[in-house]
């Protein structure tokens, strides 16, 4: 009775801050074409033109608003999945359709929050242990944020990549608490940190920032930060780069991605983290097995 309460209230905590996350890439959106603007920068005029109603208010009277007829959206609908389901995924007010992008950040992020108690890798039988799952599935927000903003524009915001970070290095400060070797949890966290965002930043200085941006060498420190173990960072860095060319390799044979193709590598790197924090350590084990 008590996992049933537990994995509903993951699901139900999860769906809002889905909602919340969903809402979130779309102003910080707004504000970035606003900010475009104001500097002379090249911005989509059409898109600001849609976004500019989430600007136009502050935040004390701010409310989510149908970005085709600016319909401030009452509470019952802003239900997750639920009210999208009833509409029929269009707005109450002028029936168009407001797309699949809400939905599926909403029950990715419940089924983050799910999958993170179900295959959460270290024991929960302290405040520190607990503390530190709160601030992996609170970092799973920001994550959601960015995994959304860096493949619908190719951009990582720095708000939320240094928000990433700072939870990252409050779950470090946690995890060298909890370790009985202090010294050697310091030097396995600087590890990780080398290896997903040292790398990076060579290959952004060695390139001019031609073949990696700096947004993500930002959003390597958070994830290295969040892993703490520069095993489990070598695993991220190998499962982002495999998942990339499952993806890349096929579309550039069918035609429809070039060599020179924008690949957004953000989410590859979240997703690579995701998967070295779930079954990391079991992969190690199993290494570890083979060869004795």
Known sequence: ???????????????????????????????????????????????????????????????????HCAYALKWYDLIPVISWISLRGRCRKCHKFIGWFEPIIELGLATFFVLSYLLWPYQLDNWLEITRLVLWLISGVGLAVLFAYDTKWFLLPDRVSFTVVGLGLASSVLTVMLAADRIGAIASILGAVAILSGVYFVL?????????????????????????????????????????????IPAMIKGTMKRDSHVPFGPLLIVGMIVAQFAGYYMIDAYLFGLV
Do not use: P
Not at 6 to 14: E, H, K, N, S
Not at 216 to 225: P, Q, R, S, T
């Open 1 to 67: 009775m008590d996992t049933f309460i537990i994995y509903t209230a993951l699901v139900i905590i999860g769906l809002a801050l889905g909602s919340f996350a969903g809402a979130t890439v779309w102003r910080l959106r707004a504000y970035q074409l606003k900010d475009d603007k104001a500097h002379d920068d090249d911005y989509d005029h059409d898109e600001y033109k849609s976004l500019q109603k989430l600007t136009t208010k502050n935040i004390a009277n701010d409310r989510s608003r149908c970005l």
């Open 204 to 248: 952004y200085l060695v390139s001019r920032g031609k073949w990696i941006g700096f947004g993500d060498i930002k959003l390597g420190l958070g994830l290295a930060l969040l892993l703490a173990d520069w095993r489990l960072a070598f695993i991220a860095l190998f499962a982002a780069n495999l998942i990339g060319c499952i993806i890349v």
